[in-house]
């Protein structure tokens, strides 16, 4: 059995490697490309510590990190995965919250508390450019000063890879006939460019988890997405 593997560079090789320990025939189609952002800071500010709310932040300034030389600072991690990737950074001060931005939140909250950062000092928040959740404004109200400093956006491509085409036709397969269907509306615009019929698969009101950046959770649609549902289930059993 073939499967298409659409997300994006390096996470995708992992699932790759899973699947094809067990005999799939993988193929790579990313929907979405990493676009690290330099990092602009005249140097000037005084860090008193680092809060990461997704690994692609961290890897996006790795190039960097030597001269901005963050990794001394205390490094807040919103769950095991990102914390991880800190260390394979560089950071060996890393605070690991439970998984979601709420609980990020009070950790840092409970560290200003336990004397371990000063409340006072400024933190340097590593960010997505699309953020689903204002994790700066409400520390911000709790008393922080925070830098939120955009270290990469997450792009369309453009179109499927040769590869896949040529599959879909080598095996007959008619994507007028097919339907995609994801949780990002960005990974619908292919789909849809190629006839598709796109289902949105929103996540359900308070669903949290480390390994899904906070950008990931919208519910934005578009004009190229045909149908959003918080419950696939019940959209396939209503399907005609």
């Known amino acids: 059995m073939a499967i298409i593997v659409t997300r994006p560079h390096p996470d995708n090789e992992t699932t790759a490697l899973a699947l094809r320990a067990r005999g799939f025939d993988v193929h790579l189609a990313p929907l979405l490309k990493f676009e690290p952002v330099a990092f602009q800071d005249a140097g000037e500010t005084k860090y ?13 300034i790795v190039p960097q990190l030597a001269e ?4 001394k600072l205390p490094l807040f991690a919103v769950g095991e995965h ?3 990737i800190a260390r394979e950074a560089g950071f060996v001060d890393v605070i690991v919250a439970g998984g979601d931005a709420a609980a990020l939140r ?13 409340k006072k000092s400024t ?4 960010a997505g450019a699309d953020l689903s959740r204002d994790l700066a404004g409400e520390l911000g109200a709790d008393g922080f000063d925070v830098v939120t400093q955009t270290t990469y956006r997450m792009a369309p491509v ?10 879909f036709a080598a095996h007959g397969i008619d994507p007028t006939r097919a339907a995609m269907f994801d949780d990002l509306h960005k990974n619908l615009l292919v789909p849809h460019a190629t ?19 906070e950008w990931e959770l919208s519910h934005e649609g578009g004009p190229h997405v ?7 289930a019940g959209f396939l059993r209503n399907l005609p």
Request: charged letters at 20%; hydrophobic letters at 45%; aromatic letters at 4%.
């Open 48 to 60: 008193g510590a680092v809060i990461a709310t997704s690994a692609n932040a961290i890897r996006a």
């Open 68 to 71: 901005l030389k963050f990794l």
């Open 82 to 84: 990102t914390a991880s």
């Open 106 to 118: 009070e950790t840092i909250l409970k560290s200003a508390r336990d004397k371990i950062v000063k």
């Open 123 to 126: 933190l340097l928040y590593l």
């Open 158 to 167: 453009s179109h499927l890879p040769r590869e896949v085409c040529d599959g």
């Open 195 to 213: 006839g598709m019929a796109t289902v949105q698969v929103v996540a359900s009101e308070g669903y949290a988890d480390e390994r899904v950046a």
């Open 226 to 232: 045909h149908h959003i549902t918080s419950n696939l």
